[in-house]
């Protein structure tokens, strides 16, 4: 082996070595979290860490919920899970013994005469406070009424005891709830924060999974319903790992009996071999070097780079001369590889200026995987002389060649030009269909689709809404939070929304709590008030009202704390809002155009707009590469040779995503990517025919036509996928490849007919 | 007179004296699901700092399976309602839903049944039940319960019921002194449900 290989060899094997010391000790991790692949967010956003905080409680949140048609068993039932649940550890019950309105009443009692519940609060200020006179009345003579002289002493209409009730309702989160002759009772819990991922959430779901089907079984007709963040998690864990087994099973498979057919021979599936893993391990060891945390969306897609290197192999292979050693093959074949290369990691490496994390761990994978994975073809399997074939390719195919390149050969590629010119105008102007909605990126099967639809519709804590009420002091957002409470109280009395979670439910705004305790003086003052008065003791005129300030906030259960929002360096302040049971009816766009001060905080929203954005920029990027490669071509091999190699990938590359779009498949992040795929695949077909010496141009066709088949059967593969992202990946690499290899000879009649 | 003898004659003197029997077979007549149990009430409730009881009287409706209507006529009309579902209350056609399904009112709503229907059984869920029986009647009884629940002795200290066939009077004292007294009179029991006894249960704007 000459020095340079010696070199080149010992170079690839340290780094290789090197990156997997990082991942195996742990410096760098792999993540899966979809928040990871766009940019942090900058603290001075309130709306950011409101997002942050819900995502990492959605994240970690599983709900269920108890069915019985006896309420009573439901009840207990979901008692029973609870305790079960705690016994776990890690797990947080959210609700029942953490919120109760016991808490509150310490909080409350000097405030006890000016805290109303708003139909209470409303009844007062339309002037029917007659209704509470009597309902007062009524009360002091019914069996059930707690009152007692102290608390008709401070509250005579008995605001504070509805306005208890009220809330014990609002916070008592095991309250079963009556649909359609069951009751349900809800449970929900949160899988500890601060662990590390995967392994003990997996053994916790595992336990979880266990224990709900040992109280089904113990109880007849109980049925317990749970989804979740963290169960879909798991979920999909399962079936990615299955489909990504028979994928790759398929895949290899198919890959190793394509070339035994075609070379008669295991030398060439090794050397194959060989190639893609130098690609795949150089890749990766790359991405673990350069990044702390590597999403397991760049990994995924670094390996189905499998896909472009074994084209590398493929060619060495079937370029081979029976009269030659495989250096001189090596040798011949060499600029259009290292052209081909050259294109793919130029593609490659413009998405490493999008600024955004996932498209630099792509840039950098591809391009070390691409290189190394081409120039171990070049210098490496040359010099492993146990892996050379003699022979290059023993089925001939040579007609078809001929047919292909007469076919071709009548093609207005100029015409062919001007649609790849007008078809990437239109995506830069975003005329395709696009769909960039995180939510079509999951995986659904029957059985998910199922439990998630149950829990929406059942379960409010599934169907909530979170709200962003921002203000420039605390009062000023309580007042805001009642301005909202306000707007919606139709829509809860349409059933639109089952409820409002708010702080200002808990300590109003002290606006709202002044006005009640006047009211209510106004309204005893009044003759309907004395005869009230007449019969009880008299009112107690002392009242404190409560300030929402950080000791008092203090009492409150933490997920109530929790919905106060501080950012203290730039002086923002919000109130989290949670609207509980909405409708699909609840006309949520037309709230927030209300007001500047509310936003919805909707993590699926929000990671469907950086993938807007992320697609957006890699469509950019993408558009840009092609035309500084272009103009490189142009400048190198003169206007019509190079025009003519650079339509094949880029013909490819922009109609493959039209043609996707008008067969429905809506052009997305992945799909994009699939054409940075499809560019560099194309690019190879065109430059080893043009570079292919003029009596190697057959072998070149047909190097290139193995190639194409071999990935058109592993995309082909990916497209069955039930992921989602695998299968929109799989069908746009399909119709590109389809397409760049239909073009290809195009470059093959370039005029020089030998790269010199 | 033999040992064996004077042991047997103690015992029955001890028997018709003392009136020892099963404390479960002692109280009202049972109310069986699907019979009603109506009658009329008069309340009197003393609370702490007013100078007078507040006092109310009218009738009410028990549905073993269903729950208690509550209808008072004096000082003014209204209803209550105590059903599984939650506890209504209709006055002067606004109705309002109760407590749901926690504190006093779903005590006092428990309490009902089991209290007029003599079900101590159900009863020793949350109160230790003391009957007692005087030696010289055979359905006279009086009973007094003390919260065994920990929750329910925080507002209730006691209550002692009486009765015979049916119960007549309840009386609730609570811990912060002050106290519930109701008397039952004109009891029945119905086989089938009356018209009036299923008004009673409707939720709507008539008292």
Same mark, same amino acid.
């Given at each position: 082996?000459?020095?340079?290989?010696?070199?080149?060899?010992?170079?690839l094997?340290?780094?290789?070595?090197?990156?997997?010391m990082?991942?195996?000790?742990?410096?760098?991790?792999?993540?899966?979290?979809?928040?990871?692949?766009f940019?942090?967010?900058?603290?001075?956003?309130?709306?950011?860490?409101?997002?942050?905080q819900?995502?990492?409680?959605?994240? $970690?949140?599983?709900? +269920?919920?108890?069915?019985h048609?006896?309420?009573?068993?439901a009840?207990?039932?979901a008692?029973?899970?609870?305790?079960?649940?705690?016994? %776990?550890?890690?797990?947080? %019950?959210?609700?029942?013994r953490?919120?109760g309105?016991?808490?509150?009443?310490?909080?409350?009692?000097?405030?006890?005469?000016?805290?109303?519940?708003?139909?209470?609060?409303k009844?007062?200020?339309?002037g029917?406070?007659?209704a509470?006179?009597?309902?007062?009345?009524?009360?002091?003579?019914?069996?059930?009424?707690?009152?007692?002289?102290?608390l008709?002493?401070?509250?005579?209409?008995?605001?504070?005891?509805?306005?208890?009730?009220e809330?014990?309702?609002?916070?008592?989160?095991?309250?079963?709830?009556?649909?359609?002759?069951?009751?349900?009772?809800?449970? *929900?819990?949160?899988?500890?924060?601060?662990?590390?991922?995967n392994?003990?959430?997996?053994?916790?779901?595992?336990?979880?999974?266990?224990?709900?089907?040992?109280?089904e079984?113990?109880?007849? #007709? &109980?049925?317990i319903?749970?989804?979740?963040?963290?169960? /879909?998690?798991?979920k999909?864990?399962q079936?990615?790992? $299955?489909?990504?087994?028979?994928?790759?099973?398929?895949a290899?498979?198919?890959?190793?009996?394509?070339?035994?057919?075609?070379?008669?021979?295991?030398?060439?599936?090794?050397?194959a071999?060989?190639?893609?893993?130098?690609?795949?391990?150089?890749?990766?060891?790359?991405?673990?070097i350069?990044?702390e945390?590597v999403?397991?969306?760049?990994?995924?897609?670094?390996?189905?780079?499998?896909?472009?290197?074994?084209d590398?192999?493929?060619?060495f292979?079937? $370029?081979?001369?029976?009269?030659?050693?495989? #250096?001189?093959?090596?040798?011949?074949?060499?600029?259009?590889?290292?052209?081909?290369?050259?294109?793919s &990691?130029?593609?490659?490496a413009?998405l490493?200026?999008?600024?955004?994390?996932?498209?630099?761990?792509?840039?950098?994978?591809?391009?070390?995987g691409?290189?190394?994975?081409?120039?171990s073809?070049?210098?490496?399997?040359?010099?492993?002389?146990?892996?050379?074939?003699?022979?290059?390719?023993?089925?001939?195919?040579?007609?078809?060649?001929?047919?292909?390149?007469?076919?071709?050969?009548?093609?207005?590629?100029?015409?062919?030009?001007?649609?790849?010119?007008?078809?990437?105008i239109?995506?830069?102007?975003?005329?395709f269909?696009?769909?960039?909605?995180?939510?079509?990126?999951?995986?659904?099967?029957?059985?998910?689709?199922k439990?998630? *639809?149950?829990?929406?519709k059942?379960?409010?804590?599934?169907?909530?809404?979170?709200?962003? &009420?921002?203000?420039?002091?605390? #009062?000023?957002?309580?007042?805001?939070?009642?301005?909202?409470?306000?707007y919606?109280w *139709?829509?809860?009395?349409?059933?639109? !929304?089952?409820?409002f979670?708010?702080?200002?439910?808990?300590?109003?705004?002290?606006?709202?709590?002044?006005? %009640?305790?006047?009211?209510?003086?106004?309204?005893?003052?009044?003759?309907?008030?004395?005869?009230?008065?007449?019969?009880?003791?008299?009112?107690?005129?002392?009242?404190?009202?409560?300030y929402?300030?950080e000791?008092?906030?203090?009492?409150?259960?933490?997920?109530?704390?929790?919905?106060?929002?501080?950012?203290?360096?730039?002086?923002?302040?919000?109130?989290?809002?949670?609207?509980?049971?909405?409708?699909?009816?609840?006309?949520?766009?037309?709230?927030?155009?209300?007001?500047?001060? =509310?936003?919805?905080?909707?993590?699926?929203?929000? /990671?469907?707009?950086?993938f807007?954005?992320?697609?957006?920029?890699?469509?950019?990027?993408?558009?840009g590469?092609?035309?500084?490669?272009?103009?490189l071509?142009i400048?190198?091999?003169?206007?019509?040779?190079?025009?003519? =190699?650079?339509?094949?990938p880029?013909?490819?590359?922009?109609s493959t995503?039209?043609?996707?779009?008008? +067969?429905?498949? #809506?052009?997305?992040?992945?799909?994009?990517?699939a054409?940075?795929?499809?560019?560099?695949?194309?690019?190879?077909y065109a430059l080893?025919?043009y570079?292919?010496?003029?009596?190697?141009?057959?072998?070149?066709y047909?190097?290139?036509s193995? $190639?194409?088949?071999?990935?058109?059967? &592993?995309?082909?593969l990916?497209?069955?996928?039930?992921?989602?992202?695998?299968? *929109?990946?799989?069908?746009? !690499?399909v119709?590109?490849?389809?397409?760049?290899?239909?073009?290809?000879?195009?470059?093959?009649?370039?005029?020089?007919?030998e790269?010199? | 007179?033999?040992?064996?003898?004077?042991?047997?004659?103690?015992?029955?003197?001890?028997?018709?004296?003392?009136?020892?029997?099963?404390?479960?077979?002692?109280?009202?007549?049972?109310?069986?699901p699907?019979?009603?149990?109506?009658?009329?009430f008069?309340?009197?409730?003393?609370l702490n700092?007013?100078e007078?009881?507040?006092?109310?009287?009218?009738?009410?409706?028990?549905?073993p399976?269903?729950?208690?209507?509550?209808?008072?006529?004096?000082p003014?009309?209204?209803?209550?309602?105590?059903?599984?579902?939650?506890?209504?209350?209709?006055?002067?056609?606004s109705?309002?839903?109760v407590?749901?399904?926690?504190?006093?009112?779903?005590?006092?709503?428990?309490?009902?049944?089991?209290?007029?229907?003599?079900?101590?059984q159900?009863?020793?869920?949350d109160?230790?039940?003391?009957?007692?029986?005087?030696?010289?009647?055979?359905?006279?009884?009086?009973?007094?319960?003390?919260?065994?629940?920990?929750?329910?002795?925080?507002?209730?200290?006691?209550?002692?019921?009486?009765g015979?066939?049916?119960t007549?009077?309840?009386?609730?004292?609570?811990?912060?002194?002050?106290?519930?007294?109701?008397?039952?009179?004109?009891?029945?029991?119905?086989g089938?449900?009356?018209?009036?006894?299923?008004?009673?249960?409707?939720?709507?704007?008539?008292?």
């Amino acid at each position: 082996m000459s020095l340079y290989g010696k070199i080149w060899g010992t170079g690839l094997l340290a780094l290789v070595l090197y990156g997997c010391m990082l991942l195996f000790t742990g410096q760098t991790r792999f993540v899966s979290d979809i928040a990871f692949l766009f940019p942090e967010p900058s603290s001075a956003d309130l709306e950011a860490i409101a997002l942050n905080q819900i995502s990492n409680q959605l994240s $970690s949140q599983i709900i +269920f919920l108890v069915s019985h048609k006896d309420a009573d068993t439901a009840l207990n039932i979901a008692g029973k899970l609870r305790d079960e649940l705690r016994n %776990i550890g890690g797990i947080r %019950i959210l609700g029942g013994r953490e919120i109760g309105t016991s808490k509150f009443a310490a909080l409350h009692k000097p405030a006890i005469g000016a805290l109303a519940t708003y139909s209470d609060y409303k009844t007062l200020k339309t002037g029917h406070g007659d209704a509470l006179l009597k309902r007062s009345l009524a009360s002091l003579y019914m069996p059930a009424s707690s009152i007692n002289s102290s608390l008709i002493r401070q509250d005579p209409l008995g605001l504070y005891q509805e306005y208890l009730q009220e809330l014990s309702a609002t916070f008592d989160a095991n309250r079963p709830k009556k649909y359609n002759n069951s009751y349900y009772s809800p449970v *929900t819990v949160r899988i500890s924060e601060s662990l590390p991922i995967n392994d003990k959430k997996k053994t916790r779901l595992q336990v979880i999974e266990k224990l709900v089907g040992s109280l089904e079984d113990g109880n007849k #007709e &109980v049925k317990i319903h749970y989804g979740g963040a963290p169960r /879909y998690s798991q979920k999909i864990s399962q079936i990615s790992k $299955s489909e990504a087994g028979k994928i790759s099973v398929l895949a290899v498979s198919a890959i190793v009996i394509l070339l035994i057919f075609l070379f008669r021979s295991f030398k060439p599936v090794l050397g194959a071999v060989l190639t893609i893993s130098i690609g795949v391990a150089v890749g990766a060891a790359a991405t673990a070097i350069f990044f702390e945390n590597v999403h397991l969306i760049a990994v995924a897609f670094g390996v189905s780079l499998v896909g472009v290197v074994v084209d590398y192999a493929i060619h060495f292979y079937t $370029s081979r001369r029976a009269n030659e050693t495989s #250096e001189q093959t090596a040798n011949r074949i060499k600029a259009g590889l290292l052209y081909g290369i050259g294109t793919s &990691v130029l593609g490659f490496a413009a998405l490493a200026f999008s600024g955004v994390n996932v498209l630099q761990q792509i840039a950098v994978y591809s391009a070390f995987g691409i290189v190394s994975a081409g120039i171990s073809v070049v210098y490496l399997l040359p010099r492993l002389t146990f892996l050379s074939k003699t022979e290059g390719y023993s089925t001939s195919i040579d007609m078809l060649g001929r047919a292909h390149r007469s076919a071709v050969a009548v093609v207005p590629y100029l015409a062919l030009g001007l649609v790849t010119i007008v078809t990437a105008i239109l995506l830069l102007l975003d005329v395709f269909d696009a769909n960039d909605d995180v939510r079509k990126l999951r995986v659904d099967t029957p059985e998910l689709t199922k439990t998630e *639809t149950f829990l929406a519709k059942y379960s409010n804590a599934a169907s909530a809404k979170i709200l962003l &009420v921002k203000g420039t002091s605390t #009062e000023q957002i309580l007042q805001r939070e009642e301005w909202l409470q306000d707007y919606i109280w *139709t829509d809860v009395q349409n059933e639109k !929304v089952s409820g409002f979670w708010g702080v200002s439910k808990l300590i109003p705004s002290i606006k709202k709590q002044s006005e %009640i305790w006047e009211m209510s003086t106004e309204l005893l003052n009044t003759v309907e008030g004395a005869k009230l008065q007449k019969l009880i003791p008299s009112r107690s005129t002392n009242v404190e009202l409560i300030y929402a300030d950080e000791e008092n906030r203090s009492q409150l259960p933490k997920e109530i704390q929790d919905l106060v929002l501080e950012d203290k360096s730039t002086d923002q302040r919000g109130h989290l809002v949670i609207l509980q049971g909405v409708q699909p009816s609840f006309d949520l766009e037309t709230l927030l155009g209300e007001k500047s001060w =509310i936003s919805e905080i909707n993590p699926a929203k929000k /990671y469907s707009a950086n993938f807007f954005d992320t697609r957006v920029k890699s469509t950019y990027s993408l558009i840009g590469v092609i035309v500084f490669i272009s103009l490189l071509f142009i400048w190198k091999m003169g206007i019509e040779t190079g025009a003519k =190699i650079i339509l094949v990938p880029s013909f490819a590359t922009f109609s493959t995503l039209a043609l996707s779009s008008l +067969f429905g498949v #809506e052009i997305n992040f992945f799909s994009v990517m699939a054409s940075f795929l499809v560019f560099a695949l194309g690019a190879d077909y065109a430059l080893f025919q043009y570079a292919a010496h003029s009596d190697d141009k057959e072998r070149a066709y047909q190097a290139v036509s193995y $190639s194409a088949i071999s990935t058109i059967l &592993v995309f082909g593969l990916l497209s069955f996928s039930m992921i989602p992202v695998l299968q *929109t990946m799989g069908s746009v !690499v399909v119709i590109g490849v389809v397409l760049a290899w239909l073009l290809s000879p195009i470059a093959n009649l370039a005029p020089e007919g030998e790269y010199k | 007179m033999s040992y064996l003898k004077q042991f047997v004659v103690f015992a029955l003197f001890v028997f018709y004296t003392v009136g020892v029997v099963d404390a479960s077979q002692i109280g009202p007549n049972e109310v069986k699901p699907g019979s009603i149990l109506t009658g009329e009430f008069s309340q009197e409730r003393y609370l702490n700092g007013f100078e007078a009881p507040l006092v109310s009287s009218g009738d009410f409706f028990l549905f073993p399976s269903k729950g208690l209507a509550w209808r008072v006529f004096e000082p003014f009309e209204s209803r209550l309602i105590m059903t599984s579902e939650g506890i209504t209350q209709i006055t002067h056609g606004s109705i309002m839903k109760v407590a749901g399904t926690t504190g006093l009112a779903k005590l006092i709503g428990g309490l009902m049944y089991p209290a007029l229907s003599g079900d101590w059984q159900k009863l020793k869920n949350d109160f230790e039940v003391n009957v007692e029986q005087p030696a010289a009647t055979d359905t006279e009884w009086t009973a007094s319960l003390r919260p065994v629940n920990e929750t329910i002795g925080k507002i209730i200290e006691s209550i002692e019921l009486t009765g015979g066939t049916t119960t007549r009077s309840l009386i609730i004292f609570k811990t912060n002194g002050d106290r519930d007294e109701i008397q039952f009179k004109s009891q029945e029991i119905l086989g089938v449900p009356t018209k009036e006894a299923i008004n009673a249960f409707s939720i709507d704007g008539n008292n």
